[in-house]
């Protein structure tokens, strides 16, 4: 379906330099069934080893390079309460919220997803999608506690790559107002494009 229309992004191959203390355990796989998209919330450029120590299975950059980091059965503490049953995703950038705040916009800086990025995501999700059999994809604040990461992955990465995901992949996000643990529901300013 998505054959003919994307290329295949560079992928730039790190499990062998990244932290292995991040995998706590290995899990099985008939255990995963979801993708969760992140934002890193900084950049520091399209240098792939400058994100060897992000907690992560993959890292899109900003020029679309995908960059692999944790093997795919590698129990990682990445995303709270889908740890056991995802595959995380980071997207390089310092995102906008869905009124258009920024978190230390001076420290952080102020980015928007490329074109790059957008396609590399979606090319990825599908790919696990049809490597892994995933059914869901979902935002990390689905399943943060507290809701400590109430912008992750923000509305331009959820509408771009989650939303697209639902429509094209015919992967699923649970729900209106689906949560796991004390998660908070994706805002319904997150299903369309971005206007502030
Ligand atoms: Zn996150």
């Known amino acids: 379906m998505f054959g003919a229309m994307f290329i295949e992004p560079e992928i730039v191959d790190l499990t062998a330099i990244s932290p292995k203390a991040y995998r706590l355990r290995s899990r099985s796989s008939a255990r995963i069934d979801a993708v969760v998209l992140h934002q890193t919330g900084f950049s520091r450029g399209n240098t792939p080893?400058?994100?060897?120590?992000?907690?992560?299975?993959?890292?899109?950059?900003?020029?679309?390079?995908?960059?692999?980091?944790?093997?795919?059965?590698?129990?990682?503490?990445?995303?709270?309460?889908?740890?056991?049953?995802?595959?995380s995703i980071e997207f390089v950038g310092n995102f906008p919220s869905d009124s258009g705040g920024y978190w230390q916009p001076g420290k952080m800086g102020k980015h928007r997803p490329t074109s790059d990025q957008v396609a590399s995501g979606r090319w990825l999700v599908a790919r696990l999608q049809k490597e892994l059999g995933l059914s869901f994809v979902f935002a990390h604040?689905?399943?943060?506690?507290?809701?400590?990461?109430?912008?992750?992955?923000?509305?331009?990465?959820?509408?771009?790559?989650?939303?697209?995901?639902?429509?094209?992949?015919?992967?699923?996000?649970?729900?209106?107002?689906?949560?796991?643990?004390?998660?908070a529901a994706i805002p319904k300013k997150w299903r369309g494009p971005l206007r502030f």
């Open 49 to 87: 080893t400058s994100y060897k120590d992000t907690k992560a299975h993959y890292v899109v950059m900003p020029n679309g390079t995908v960059v692999h980091l944790h093997p795919n059965m590698a129990y990682l503490a990445a995303s709270s309460a889908f740890n056991e049953d995802s595959v």
């Open 141 to 183: 604040r689905q399943g943060e506690t507290a809701n400590a990461r109430g912008n992750c992955p923000g509305p331009d990465i959820w509408y771009q790559i989650g939303e697209w995901a639902k429509t094209h992949l015919r992967m699923d996000d649970g729900g209106e107002g689906y949560v796991e643990g004390n998660g």
